[in-house]
């Protein structure tokens, strides 16, 4: 028999998330029934609404959220009901090309099926009342009561951490904190420039604390936003609006520019800036993402220098080591994650938390399930 439940469905790109009732399947053996408690609101799943991400319709959305287990497949051996969990939007089949050279987030089946918008198994889980198929977004289509998903995704995590707190680790701080920790090559002392100071940005400014970077340079277009990444550990904090953030970087390392640049803004200026405010044999990782059918403009001397640049996705993350690292951060008070969230809704407010994240109001709008 299978489950019913509220989910926030997107029908149509530009149309407002609708709030319905939807079957999900019967777990496979390698399966988990997760029983959502919290979720955040990330950009990507504003892209999708906007357009400029592109996925076969009608799709729940929501990748970066936590629950509790409610059920296991009988395969399923290292995951068991009552886990508290964070979801994993990064399945991956250990032995195509790309996972044996150690990057699961190019598996082959992970990209294949994630553009279907189907689980890793090939299958959609979910169903409209009306009987007609469901898309899931990035393997997991949180903003559900219930999801059924691979045991792989679902991460076991202490309990002590509060689910919402939990579920900005599943995607905004993993990618952050892991481009700062897993992904770059920060040494000590280094100065670090964070263009973009949303839920990704000011993690990465922790991700750089964390590395121990001697100066963090904080550039967004808003004053609070900056406050805040003051507050998480950037030594400076820079309005692109009022100020140049590459005259900046080059004021603060004797002309050179920034030892380490991490893009977090998703916008074509920031990413030209990127490559003008980093020094000579300097790296870049680029976090952000614009319509991947735009292009983006660079002076080309100033990609010369032996400068490394890097698009990455989800902060190079092995969810099964990272997550409870993450977590264990957060607990041990190394990690701040209470002040990303700037507002909290239920699935019937959630087109209001997508509103104020378009209007580059809010950090993460957590929903509660
Ligand atoms: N690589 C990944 O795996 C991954 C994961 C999650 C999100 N993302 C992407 O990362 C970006 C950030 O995500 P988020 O959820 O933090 O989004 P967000 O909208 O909350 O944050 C973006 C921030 O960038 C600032 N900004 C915009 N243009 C700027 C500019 N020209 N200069 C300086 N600051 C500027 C905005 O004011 C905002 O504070 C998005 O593009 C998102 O799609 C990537
Ligand atoms: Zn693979
Ligand atoms: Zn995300």
């Keep these: 028999m299978s489950l019913t439940c509220r ?7 530009g149309a407002p998330l609708s709030v319905e009732r939807i079957s ?16 955040g609101l990330c950009h990507t799943d504003l892209e999708v609404i906007d357009g400029s991400l592109r996925y076969p319709l009608p799709m729940i959305l929501g990748h970066e959220a936590a629950g509790i287990v409610e059920e296991v497949g009988s395969a399923v051996g ?53 009987g007609g198929r469901l898309t899931h977004l990035m393997f997991l289509g949180a903003f559900s009561e219930y999801v059924v998903l691979p ?10 951490i509060p689910f919402d707190r939990a579920c900005l680790i599943g ?18 002392g280094d100065t670090v420039m964070v263009i973009g100071c949303g839920a990704v940005g000011l993690a990465a400014v922790q991700g750089a604390r964390l590395a121990g970077a001697g100066a ?16 998480l550990g950037a030594t400076l904090a820079i309005n692109a609006t009022r100020e140049d953030p590459v005259e900046i970087a080059k004021d603060a390392t004797q002309g050179r520019g920034a030892d380490v640049i991490l893009e977090s803004a998703g916008h074509p200026l920031a990413f030209r800036q990127t490559a003008e405010a980093v020094r000579p044999g300097g790296e870049v990782i680029w976090l952000g993402k614009i319509d991947v059918t735009r292009d983006v403009s660079f002076r080309w001397g100033a990609l010369m220098g032996e400068k490394r640049f890097r698009r990455s996705s989800y902060g190079g993350a092995r969810p099964r080591r990272d997550f409870p690292l993450l977590a264990q951060a957060y607990l041990d008070g190394r990690l701040k994650l209470d002040e990303l969230i700037t507002g909290r809704c239920g699935l019937d407010g959630i087109n209001d938390g997508f509103d104020a994240l378009r209007r580059g109001q809010s950090i993460r709008t957590v929903v509660a399930l």
């Design 151 to 160: 045991a792989q995704q679902a991460i076991v995590v202490p309990k002590d």
């Design 216 to 231: 963090i340079i904080a550039v967004d277009l808003d004053d609070a936003k900056l406050a805040l990444a003051r507050h």
């Design 7 to 13: 989910a926030a469905v997107l029908h149509q790109s």
């Design 171 to 188: 995607c905004g701080v993993m990618t952050g904190v892991g481009a700062a920790l897993n992904v770059a090559d920060i040494g000590h």
């Design 24 to 39: 999900i399947a019967q777990p496979a053996p390698t399966d988990v029934v997760v029983k959502m408690r919290a979720a």
């Design 78 to 130: 290292d995951v068991k009901v009552g886990d508290h969990v964070i979801l994993s939007w990064n399945p991956h089949c250990g032995h195509c090309f790309q996972c044996d050279r150690a990057q699961p987030i190019l598996c082959e089946t992970y990209l294949a099926r994630g553009a279907e918008g189907v689980h890793f198994d090939g299958a959609s889980k979910a169903w409209l009342a009306t």
